[in-house]
């Protein structure tokens, strides 16, 4: 569905209101309130794990582990351990390969070797596990714990994505899927950042539109309020 048909079909659903003193908005107010709706769907479908309905939006990105970011501190304690990183650092704002930036995280995985069972001497992919940061401390090595897990944790704190491994693994790439923004409805593309049809599925249109209408409702039951005041 094509920007300038979800503007039509905007039309004719918030018809059903049978309100001759509210006009027809306009077609700016029209795709403002479209753009709005896309935003607060894609919230809903992320929410609810519908990552199927976000794949159009959705990157992945390899990052080696000369390139995890060094600025930022976790704070998480590796022991001193200098032949291995068990601990990657990822901005996420930075990962986006595309002209639109990063929206959500969605998963990540880690190259490893490890040094002991089960030993990894080839570096292979393995899935990252998220936990809340408040058990952090049942892996993180200090001097008197060496915790034993074969598959690194992770967690998002603000900008950033932490994987935690044990001191015997060496984490050496980190490949995260994350969730970008879309272009921004229009009915014209002035600039890369525009697009006449929405960059999520067929699906996802009929959602949004309902979305817009929905909020276009609220607008005028609120105004109706402030009136009666």
């Known amino acids: 569905m094509t920007v300038a048909e979800m503007n039509h079909s905007f039309l004719l659903k918030a018809k059903v209101l049978d309100r001759t003193d509210i006009p027809n908005p306009l077609s700016f107010d029209t795709i403002a309130l479209l753009n709005v709706a896309q935003n607060m769907v894609m919230d809903e479908l992320v929410n ?67 040094t002991v069972a089960p030993t990894i001497a080839s570096a292979i992919f393995v899935q990252n596990e998220e936990i809340p940061k ?13 915790p034993i897990f074969s598959n690194p944790k992770c967690f998002v704190e603000g900008d950033y994505l932490i994987v935690v491994a044990d001191y015997y693994t060496d984490i050496t790439h980190i490949l995260t899927t994350v969730i970008r923004y879309p272009k921004g409805l229009d009915l014209s593309t002035a600039n890369t950042t525009l697009a006449t049809t929405s960059e999520l599925p067929t699906l996802v249109h009929d959602m949004i539109v309902d979305k817009a209408v929905q909020l276009y409702n609220e607008t005028i039951n609120i105004n109706d309020l402030k009136r009666k005041e």
Do not use: H
């Open 48 to 114: 609810a794990k519908r990552f199927d309905l976000l794949r159009p939006v959705t990157e992945s990105v390899l990052t080696a582990k000369a390139s995890f970011e060094a600025t930022y501190n976790p704070g998480i304690n590796t022991d001193g351990d200098s032949t291995n990183v068990p601990v990657g650092v990822i901005k996420l704002s930075s990962l986006s390969t595309s002209v639109m930036s990063y929206r959500n995280y969605v998963r990540s995985q880690s190259k490893v070797t490890r």
């Open 134 to 146: 408040e058990l952090l401390s049942d892996f993180e090595t200090s001097g008197v714990n060496y």
